[in-house]
């Protein structure tokens, strides 16, 4: 075996890892995000009830409100304002971050697995064009 043909192997188990890991990964993350909808921003008064702090923001022509959980409130102690983010398809869900985390890091494993399964294509073609 040349080296060609041993460039040419590496390229197709790479391409195998990375197309049939990278793929479903993406179409995953794709998925669940066109599924969540788009996050606005918005700006939410913090009104402090007690131990507990509570969330009041004006979204879909209506008052909305809800006691912010332990993050949150660790996040943002001492602000009487913060910006959010609310659904556009639920307006009564609100959320400190633009996009989930574990969602995005998804979507970043699968787009860079399937960009290295896609290279590794052309490296597995490699054999057959060089000959």
């Known amino acids: 075996m040349n080296a060609i043909d041993a460039l040419g192997t590496i390229g197709e188990v790479l391409s ?3 197309l049939g890991l990278g793929l ?3 179409l995953i993350a794709l998925l669940v995000r ?4 788009r996050w606005l921003p ?12 509570r969330a009041r923001w004006y979204a879909a022509d209506d008052f909305r409100e809800r006691l912010l959980t332990a993050d949150e409130t660790a996040r943002w102690r001492g602000r009487e304002t913060v910006d959010a983010f609310i659904s556009e398809h639920h307006p009564h ?3 400190a971050e633009p996009r989930r985390p ?10 860079a697995l399937t960009a290295v399964g896609a290279a590794s294509v ?10």
């Open 16 to 18: 195998w890892f990375g």
């Open 24 to 26: 479903p990964a993406l």
């Open 34 to 37: 066109a599924g969540d909808g």
């Open 42 to 53: 918005v700006e939410v008064v913090l009104v402090p009830e007690g131990t507990r702090i």
């Open 93 to 95: 869900r609100m959320r």
């Open 102 to 111: 574990l969602l995005h890091a998804i979507y970043v494993a699968g787009l």
């Open 122 to 131: 052309l490296l597995s073609l490699l054999p057959l064009v060089v000959a």
